[in-house]
């Protein structure tokens, strides 16, 4: 019974390396905080409609160097800017864009979050920048440096003020051997 | 006196008729066992009922009293002594396959037995003479399925698996379920399943579903030639197993060797220490950028798996 047997175990064996071992990693959560950005004044600007300064801060490959050999995807979900330095609230703020750039990749600019302030809004020192769905950012992720723009809209300050943004992503990664 | 000489050789040659008719024939009327043990009990010098685990060579029906025995037999006549309780004939029943059936025939699901009561052979026969009655009684006798031994310890070995003991049953000779817990070298766990046998032994199917406790493993990572690091120092995960397999063996002892696919599914613990932060390059830039990982990362692993045990069944 046994000799009869053996023949089994090359299938066995097929069956076991046939299937080639795959990693997944589901990253529900991560956040990159962007502390200390600052934007600048606009003296003398004062319109009825406001007025808008763009801000931009670089992040390089080195977060994204563990995941660019992998195929992963990376979404984000919400962008939120709060006021630092002092700064009390950011009431002032009438509307706001946040976009990503590669420059190594392509000149175009996608949209990761905007915000406009409604009627109803409360005082408050943040302000949450969402889309209605997650922005798919996968390709950014990859490239050497990706650049973060932030322009704001509105009755801004005179002088340069700043602020901390909050990013926050997922991710999903998997890897096949 | 010669009328008595004549009465004495007339009983003498009644006497050889009977038991060469007896020998010749092989066997004495079938009686049931129990009744056998009845009339024999505290018969002294009578034919006596023994455990056919008297030993290779000792016939599983009658033998002779103690003072025909040989020296090995003798020392049997307690285990005969007390097989002439009514509750020893199962036991009779168990053992008697062993002087019965060729030596691998209890491999073999099914086997049959052959009941003590079959065996049954003239009281005094020569030992040779009873292997060859007996053989005539085994293939007359009516035959009884042997019942497989239902619970066991099984020990096995392999990746993710680690080392495990589990508690086996075994309902049925095609399924087996089993419970258990062991090591990996990181920390401890567990594991069920369930295996099918659809042909008793041979060729098996398992699922398993195991677990290990979240442990350190960067002694192991030192040990096999990698560096420490944060992401090692709780590891843990759970796991199924879909194996297919060979199972060596049926009845008290089973080897196995299985293969297939694993699934191991588990949280990724201390990741934000591994990504290096993010850095910005722009004058525009005061503070600094920070990497969190406020929720840890869930992690899923298809890998091949093999493992190899054995399982003993202890009744």
């Known amino acids: ?177 | 006196m010669r009328s008595t000489l004549r009465k004495v050789v007339f009983l003498g040659s009644l006497l050889g008729v009977l038991g060469a008719s007896r020998s010749l024939l092989g066997r004495v009327p079938e009686r049931n066992p129990a009744d056998q043990i009845r009339s024999d009990a505290g018969t002294e010098g009578s034919p006596k009922l023994v455990s056919p685990d008297a030993g290779a060579g000792q016939m599983p029906g009658l033998v002779p009293a103690e003072d025909h025995l040989s020296p090995v037999d003798a020392g049997l006549s307690d285990i005969a002594d007390a097989s002439m309780h009514a509750d020893a004939i199962p036991d009779a029943r168990d053992t008697a396959i062993s002087t019965s059936q060729p030596q691998d025939a209890g491999e073999a699901d099914g086997e049959q037995i052959i009941p003590a009561h079959a065996a049954d052979l003239p009281v005094g026969a020569e030992s040779s003479r009873r292997g060859e009655d007996m053989s005539v009684a085994a293939a007359t006798a009516p035959v009884l399925p042997k019942r497989l031994p239902k619970y066991g310890l099984m020990v096995d070995v392999g990746v993710p698996d680690g080392l495990i003991g589990s508690l086996v049953v075994r309902p049925w000779k095609w399924l087996r379920f089993c419970a258990g817990g062991g090591a990996n070298g990181i920390s401890y766990g567990w594991r069920t399943g369930i295996t099918l046998l659809p042909l008793g032994q041979g060729p098996s199917a398992s699922l398993e579903y195991g677990g290990y406790l979240d442990g350190d493993a960067n002694a192991m990572a030192k040990t096999i030639g990698f560096g420490s690091s944060p992401v090692l120092q709780r590891v843990g995960y759970q796991y199924t197993n879909a194996h297919l397999g060979l199972d060596f063996g049926s009845r008290r002892f089973v080897f196995f060797l299985h293969g297939g696919v694993s699934v191991l599914w588990g949280q990724i613990h201390n990741l934000d220490t591994l990504i290096p932060a993010p850095t910005a390059s722009d004058a525009s830039v005061t503070g600094t950028t920070q990497l969190v990982v406020p929720r840890d990362p869930n992690a899923r692993v298809v890998t091949p798996s093999v493992k190899l045990g054995f399982v003993v069944y202890v009744r």
């Open chain 1, 1 to 177: 019974m046994t000799l009869r047997l053996f023949p089994i175990i090359p299938v066995l064996a097929a069956l076991a390396f046939g299937c080639s071992p795959s990693f997944e990693a589901s990253l529900p959560d991560v956040e990159i905080i962007q502390h200390g950005l600052v934007m600048d004044g606009a003296p003398g600007l004062a319109q009825p409609n406001g007025a808008s300064v763009t801000s931009s801060f670089t992040i390089s490959s080195s977060i994204a160097a563990w995941a660019e050999r992998m195929n992963s995807k990376v979404f984000v979900h919400q962008v939120t800017v709060t006021a630092s330095g002092g700064l009390p609230n950011l009431d002032f703020i009438e509307s706001a864009l946040m976009t990503a750039t590669a420059p190594s990749i392509s000149e175009s600019t996608t949209e990761i979050a905007n915000y406009a302030r409604s009627e109803a809004a409360l005082s408050g020192s943040s302000i949450e920048g969402t889309r209605p769905a997650p922005t798919d950012i996968t390709s950014l992720w990859s490239a050497d440096q990706v650049v973060i723009s932030l322009q704001v809209t509105g009755q801004l300050p005179e002088q340069p003020w700043t602020v901390d943004v909050t990013l926050k992503l997922s991710g999903h990664i998997t890897y096949e051997f």
